[in-house]
């Protein structure tokens, strides 16, 4: 039986096993999950450093020659 720490892995693909685990909880289980999946989600594209990086290689001049 697959447990709650096997289904919120992130980056991998998921079985159909996890997939039906993960119906198998409750629903207020499962939109604990996606709440926090979604958190993190919004962090990864709320990251300062990121903005930075993409305005350097993004930002400047732009010189015709």
Same mark, same amino acid.
Request: no cysteine; hydrophobic share 40%; aromatic share 4%.
């Given at each position: 039986?697959?447990? $709650?720490k096997? #289904?919120? !892995?992130?980056?991998?693909?998921?079985?159909i096993? #996890?997939k !039906?685990?993960f119906?198998?909880?409750?629903?207020?289980? !499962? +939109? +604990? #999950?996606?709440l926090q999946? @979604?958190?993190?989600? @919004?962090? $990864?594209?709320?990251?300062?450093?990121?903005?930075?990086? !993409?305005e @350097?290689?993004?930002?400047?001049?732009?010189?015709? $020659?």
């Amino acid at each position: 039986m697959l447990k $709650q720490k096997d #289904i919120v !892995r992130a980056g991998e693909p998921m079985t159909i096993q #996890i997939k !039906r685990a993960f119906l198998d909880l409750p629903l207020a289980e !499962r +939109r +604990r #999950i996606l709440l926090q999946q @979604a958190e993190n989600a @919004a962090n $990864q594209y709320e990251i300062e450093q990121s903005v930075h990086e !993409r305005e @350097a290689w993004q930002g400047g001049d732009i010189v015709e $020659q």
